[in-house]
């Protein structure tokens, strides 16, 4: 394969950092290469089916996890990275999360919202399924807000997780990473990234062309970390670079899955996905510690499958109502502190380690507890709670029985669609984002949250990486 | 590797045609032949340790219980027993073996086209109605 092995600035990663990176140093007239892992993955690569997407689209065939996998992480790959296959729901980085982080990005926010069609989510664009979720927040007068996404006349086809079929969804692959090309920089699919070294004042990439089947090296002035909160710190420890803490203290956002069937068709796998959240147990949006959200989650068949709990006619009961479900996620702006590390013995799939603790296992069920009030006070006939023993609940007298339920791996359903703070500014990096104590060698994706950010971290990720670009191309001039 | 073995543990699964379920059988070569194709994209190591839980899986009544024999001998409601002691086992690995086989067997039976009406899940919407695509500025495949 053909592409520059000598350039400025290698650039691993094109998710919400990475092609923020890319584009805001190529427009500064810096020569970038981008490796990307995954492949190109467009709208014609759609086709809205579960178990073909997910080995292509997804980490790992969407099996990444805890070395247990008591633990799912969802993380995309592809040119665009996970904003390939998000919901679109775009968060500012709450004010008091800055000021613990001691840093301001608001300018960086706009600019980011700007580029990526950030907008309000319309009346119209409600469905039904989020649309309860709003009405069981209002019987109860817990705060609620209609969520801004960054799609431009969507069709409301439901299947944002799988790839945008219709090129409406803004992410990476459609706003930033065109730029990037465009002020000529180069983008690598396929490209996976090993090991980086610094001999005589350069730096040395290489790694693995998965389709040529062949290594590669690229040099380069600098290079820009932006490969995930799962990646990155591998890339440096498999280098040896960045010290003892780097993949201590990863963040993952765990959330619980809780459903609810109700008498009215809700049909929650088709509309705008993450319309409605609720914020009323999000203390961190005041004080910058603690509390959770709750989003809608819901899923295609197969996954809806995965998780309803038990198995034949008692799993039937939950799945059976697909069309009357509705499905939300407590959401933890977690303190518990996890653990990434490359593989043994070769094995490229990292060993990640993160359980909560019993803090934020406090939390997430007094956050069970809470959505299934919720979904109880928008008129549910059932809920289903995400633990293995717990069976239908029919009324909200039965939700004492929540503390009694073992929180142990896989005994209660977990996952992560936002592995963060992994390499943290701070603590790993500096204020600048560079790696301490190294030359041009900066971090430029969710590894570098000072802590957990507690809200869907697209817009923090490319407002931070933003940041640290502007940075990184102002020393290089 | 059994093939009778795996059709006795997805029937143990999933609920069946008999039981209310939709009307294609979990233990059929459609759902299996789907099962293979999700365990071809495994990692090799995964891949193994798959091949090794589907060889010992048979064996796992004599373990657990609550009736003895080979999975594939047992009857359905044995069988689901059995699954049943394992899904609340107090060990870890033993939940984690259920996990898995569970995974492979919703995927691979729920994103049949056959189950959905069942469920009112009508499938992709690609093609179904008109879409203006908007005009995305190109990227070419491989570097540029």
């Known amino acids: 394969m053909s592409f520059p092995r000598k350039t400025r600035v290698v650039v691993v990663g094109t998710g919400a950092g990475g092609a923020v990176a890319a584009k805001e140093l190529a427009e500064r007239g810096v020569a970038v290469v981008a490796l990307e892992t995954g492949p190109r993955f467009t709208a014609d690569d759609v086709d809205q089916r579960e178990e073909t997407t997910y080995p292509r689209l997804y980490a790992e065939g969407g099996r990444r996890g805890t070395r247990d996998k008591s633990l799912l992480i969802i993380q995309g790959r592809g040119l665009g990275g996970s904003t390939l296959h998000n919901t679109g729901l775009c968060f500012r980085t709450p004010d008091a999360i800055q000021r613990l982080w001691g840093l301001d990005l608001h300018h960086e926010i706009e600019r980011v919202e700007r580029h990526m069609g950030v907008r309000p989510i319309r009346d119209d664009e409600v469905n039904p399924m989020n649309a309860v979720l709003a009405r069981g927040a209002s019987a109860l007068g817990w705060r609620h807000l209609r969520a801004n996404h960054n799609r431009i006349d969507c069709e409301g086809c439901g299947y944002c997780v799988l790839g945008c079929a219709y090129d409406k969804k803004q992410g990476m692959a459609l706003t930033y990473l065109p730029r990037a090309r465009a002020a000529g920089a180069t983008l690598v699919p396929g490209a996976r990234v090993e090991r980086i070294r610094r001999a005589n004042g350069t730096w040395h990439v290489t790694g693995f062309l998965h389709e040529a089947r062949e290594g590669f090296e690229v040099e380069a002035e600098a290079v820009v970390l932006a490969a995930g909160a799962i990646d990155t710190p591998q890339i440096l420890l498999r280098s040896g670079i960045g010290g003892p803490d780097v993949g201590r203290s990863l963040r993952l956002h765990p959330s619980l899955p809780v459903g609810a069937i109700f008498d009215e068709k809700l049909r929650g796998f088709r509309g705008v996905p993450q319309s409605v959240i609720v914020t009323e147990h999000a203390s961190f949006l005041e004080s910058g510690h603690g509390g959770f959200l709750f989003l809608p989650a819901f899923g295609h068949p197969g996954t809806t499958a995965l998780l309803a709990p038990g198995l034949g006619p008692a799993h039937w009961e939950v799945v059976r109502a697909y069309e009357h479900?509705?499905?939300?996620?407590?959401?933890?702006?977690?303190?518990?502190?996890?653990?990434?590390?490359?593989?043994?013995?070769?094995?490229?799939?990292?060993?990640?380690?993160?359980?909560?603790?019993?803090?934020?296992?406090?939390?997430?069920?007094?956050?069970?507890?809470?959505?299934?009030r919720l979904f109880f006070a928008a008129g549910a006939r059932a809920v289903v709670l995400p633990f293995a023993r717990a069976p239908l609940v029919r009324s909200e007298a039965e939700l004492g029985s929540i503390e009694s339920y073992p929180f142990l791996p896989h005994e209660v359903a977990v996952s992560s669609v936002h592995p963060q703070a992994s390499c943290p500014i701070g603590d790993v990096l500096d204020e600048r984002g560079a790696v301490r104590g190294v030359e041009g060698l900066v971090v430029c994706d969710a590894s570098a949250f000072p802590t957990s950010v507690g809200v869907p971290p697209q817009i923090t990720t490319a407002a931070l990486a933003t940041r640290t670009a502007t940075m990184l191309a102002e020393r290089l001039a | 590797m059994s093939i009778a073995t795996l059709r006795a543990l997805a029937r143990a699964l999933i609920i069946n045609p008999d039981e209310g379920g939709p009307p294609l059988d979990p233990g059929s070569d459609e759902v299996l032949a789907a099962a293979f194709e999700i365990v071809k994209t495994l990692p090799r190591d995964e891949y193994l340790g798959c091949e090794v839980l589907f060889r010992g899986i048979r064996w796992l009544p004599l373990l657990l219980g609550p009736r003895r024999g080979r999975l594939d001998k047992l009857s359905r409601a044995d069988a689901r027993a059995t699954l049943e002691r394992l899904r609340v086992s107090r060990s870890r690995l033993l939940r984690y073996l259920f996990f898995c086989v569970k995974s492979l067997f919703a995927m691979a039976y729920f994103t049949r086209p056959a189950v959905w009406p069942a469920i009112g899940y009508d499938g992709p919407y690609l093609g179904r109605v008109a879409v203006t695509r908007l005009s995305p500025p190109p990227l070419a495949s491989g570097p540029v």
């Not at chain 1, 993160?354 to 069970?368: M, S």
Request: charged share 30%; aromatic share 6%; no cysteine.
């Open chain 1, 325 to 372: 479900l509705a499905v939300a996620g407590v959401v933890l702006h977690d303190s518990t502190r996890g653990r990434v590390r490359p593989g043994w013995l070769g094995i490229e799939r990292p060993r990640i380690d993160y359980w909560p603790e019993a803090e934020d296992q406090r939390a997430l069920r007094e956050g069970v507890r809470g959505l299934a």
